[in-house]
């Protein structure tokens, strides 16, 4: 563990980074005053990041020195000023690759509600539970970025990846701040159609956003695709003899509800991101937990009669041929009824990240995603960050 | 979409006494139909979908959205 930096100012009640190399999961932070010193332990921490969720205010306004201990080691120490001033509205936790258009995730603090007729706009009530969207926030980090499945971070990924929180409580109930349409009888969708917009007004450019809410009415997350901005320079892949590609840019970004109230000991995050970072036209990732398919899907097959034998290959994509999941390992077979199935998977002892991951066997945070799906999604980000 | 907890279905199937698995999967799989669509060119097909999930809810599961928010109690 070298140096580190820290992100941003210091401020009580709002989120803080800091960006270094070699953190263990034990890591601490030591905030030395005149009077004492004061541990505290981050949220979430990569080798490269570590982020407070809030600081709390039992580090004293004022100027300090700052370590980071991890594994009995101490790092040197760096000046830090705490201040009490309100928290940003605009917060860089982790600024990736140093770059124009670094792959960016967006977490937003919904500022209004649209109603499930569509015809009336509500303040949403996360806008005044600040402490409980910085712990959502947090929740989707390690979620996303530390559980069992490594997508998002495998080869170093997620240190490419700019992360972003805005949190704008000023923002009245109307349209134009609505970031999230009531679904009945208990969901919630983004108005994706908004978002570019909205983030525009705060300088950030998203390929994916988590869009945060409080309402505790229609709490069950979804999810809606990517809408690449399809380039003729974008690179291509074959999945099945078709030829398609992976989009480096998104038109309208990928997008998620996530509630102040989720489920922590599910992986909610992780299966919506998956979602949301497909696309409309080039792969969707889809639900694995019913038997309907349609549009372009990545990971999801059709039988040619209900109950029949699965196939021995799933797919041939860019050459390399991905097995079958031949009974839904880790929930038990597929229902006689249904015609769909799956890719292998990686984890064959429990379900797939995207099927019905509350089966599983221990905890869903050690469900994994599919062979296939995993390769493709590793080429889509790969794709982008790489533009 | 979040996958239907089992807890959730339980107290769905509790509380709707006529109330089937198979009226509950034909409830997701409406859902799931909805969110492959595209809203910039599949609107209408999409309030399709809502309008007939919505009579699937009114006829068999009518107190869904109490049990989903006693659920999250």
Same mark, same amino acid.
């Given at each position: 563990m070298a140096g580190f930096t820290v992100v941003g100012e =210091? $401020?009580?009640?709002?989120?803080?980074?800091?960006?270094?190399?070699? +953190?263990?999961?034990?890591?601490?932070? %030591?905030? %030395?005053?005149?009077?004492? /010193?004061?541990?505290?332990?981050?949220? $979430?921490?990569?080798?490269?990041?570590? $982020? $407070? =969720? *809030?600081? #709390?205010?039992?580090?004293? !306004?004022? #100027?300090?020195? &700052? *370590? &980071?201990?991890?594994?009995? @080691?101490?790092?040197?120490?760096?000046? @830090?000023?705490?201040?009490a001033r309100p928290p940003s509205t605009v917060r860089v936790l982790y600024s990736g690759e140093p770059k124009p258009r670094p792959y960016t995730v967006v977490f937003v603090g919904n500022p209004a509600i649209?109603? %499930?007729?569509?015809? =009336? +706009?509500?303040?949403? #009530?996360? &806008? /005044?539970?600040? =402490?409980?969207?910085h712990a959502v926030v947090a929740y989707c980090l390690r979620n996303i970025l530390t559980e069992a499945e490594d997508v998002l971070r495998a080869d170093g990924t997620d240190g490419r990846l700019r992360i972003v929180s805005v949190f704008d409580p000023t923002l009245g109930a109307e349209e134009g701040n609505s970031l999230a349409h009531e679904l009945a009888p208990n969901l919630m969708e983004t108005r994706r159609a908004g978002l570019v917009s909205f983030l525009a007004r705060f300088g950030e450019v998203a390929d994916m956003v988590f869009v945060v809410h409080g309402s505790?009415?229609?709490? *069950?997350?979804?999810?809606?695709? !990517?809408?690449?901005?399809?380039?003729?320079?974008?690179?291509?892949? /074959?999945?099945?003899?078709?030829?398609?590609?992976?989009?480096r840019f998104p038109r309208i970004p990928g997008s998620c509800t996530i509630p102040t109230s989720v489920n922590t000991t599910g992986m909610t995050a992780l299966h919506e991101f998956g979602h949301a970072a497909s696309d409309f036209t080039n792969g969707m990732i889809t639900d694995l937990y019913h038997d309907v398919t349609g549009g372009v899907p990545v990971n999801k097959k059709v039988r040619t009669q209900a109950g029949g034998p699965v196939p021995g290959t799933f797919a041939t994509y860019d050459g390399t041929v991905f097995a079958a999941d031949p009974d839904r390992d880790g929930i038990g077979p597929y229902p006689p009824t249904w015609s769909s199935y799956h890719p292998e998977l990686t984890d064959a002892t429990r379900p797939n990240l995207m099927d019905d991951y509350w089966q599983s066997p221990d905890t869903p945070r050690n469900c994994r995603l599919d062979r296939l799906t995993y390769a493709w999604l590793r080429d889509r980000l790969r794709a982008k960050l790489d533009r | 979409m979040e996958p239907l907890h089992p807890d959730l279905r339980a107290a769905l199937r509790a509380t709707n006494a006529d109330l089937t698995d198979a009226q509950i999967d034909e409830h997701e799989e409406l859902l799931a139909r909805r969110f492959l669509l595209d809203p910039e060119t599949q609107e209408a097909e999409i309030q399709e979908l809502d309008r007939r999930r919505e009579e699937l809810e009114q006829r068999h599961m009518p107190t869904y959205r109490q049990v989903a928010q006693r659920f999250n109690r």
């Amino acid at each position: 563990m070298a140096g580190f930096t820290v992100v941003g100012e =210091a $401020v009580q009640g709002d989120f803080l980074a800091a960006v270094g190399s070699g +953190f263990g999961t034990d890591l601490t932070w %030591e905030f %030395e005053t005149a009077v004492g /010193t004061v541990t505290v332990v981050p949220d $979430v921490v990569r080798p490269h990041l570590a $982020v $407070v =969720a *809030r600081l #709390p205010a039992d580090v004293p !306004t004022g #100027p300090h020195w &700052l *370590r &980071l201990r991890s594994a009995g @080691v101490l790092t040197d120490r760096i000046p @830090v000023d705490v201040t009490a001033r309100p928290p940003s509205t605009v917060r860089v936790l982790y600024s990736g690759e140093p770059k124009p258009r670094p792959y960016t995730v967006v977490f937003v603090g919904n500022p209004a509600i649209q109603s %499930e007729a569509g015809d =009336a +706009f509500t303040p949403d #009530p996360v &806008l /005044t539970d600040r =402490a409980g969207y910085h712990a959502v926030v947090a929740y989707c980090l390690r979620n996303i970025l530390t559980e069992a499945e490594d997508v998002l971070r495998a080869d170093g990924t997620d240190g490419r990846l700019r992360i972003v929180s805005v949190f704008d409580p000023t923002l009245g109930a109307e349209e134009g701040n609505s970031l999230a349409h009531e679904l009945a009888p208990n969901l919630m969708e983004t108005r994706r159609a908004g978002l570019v917009s909205f983030l525009a007004r705060f300088g950030e450019v998203a390929d994916m956003v988590f869009v945060v809410h409080g309402s505790t009415t229609h709490n *069950r997350a979804t999810a809606w695709f !990517t809408t690449d901005d399809n380039r003729p320079d974008d690179p291509t892949f /074959t999945y099945d003899g078709q030829t398609r590609r992976h989009g480096r840019f998104p038109r309208i970004p990928g997008s998620c509800t996530i509630p102040t109230s989720v489920n922590t000991t599910g992986m909610t995050a992780l299966h919506e991101f998956g979602h949301a970072a497909s696309d409309f036209t080039n792969g969707m990732i889809t639900d694995l937990y019913h038997d309907v398919t349609g549009g372009v899907p990545v990971n999801k097959k059709v039988r040619t009669q209900a109950g029949g034998p699965v196939p021995g290959t799933f797919a041939t994509y860019d050459g390399t041929v991905f097995a079958a999941d031949p009974d839904r390992d880790g929930i038990g077979p597929y229902p006689p009824t249904w015609s769909s199935y799956h890719p292998e998977l990686t984890d064959a002892t429990r379900p797939n990240l995207m099927d019905d991951y509350w089966q599983s066997p221990d905890t869903p945070r050690n469900c994994r995603l599919d062979r296939l799906t995993y390769a493709w999604l590793r080429d889509r980000l790969r794709a982008k960050l790489d533009r | 979409m979040e996958p239907l907890h089992p807890d959730l279905r339980a107290a769905l199937r509790a509380t709707n006494a006529d109330l089937t698995d198979a009226q509950i999967d034909e409830h997701e799989e409406l859902l799931a139909r909805r969110f492959l669509l595209d809203p910039e060119t599949q609107e209408a097909e999409i309030q399709e979908l809502d309008r007939r999930r919505e009579e699937l809810e009114q006829r068999h599961m009518p107190t869904y959205r109490q049990v989903a928010q006693r659920f999250n109690r």
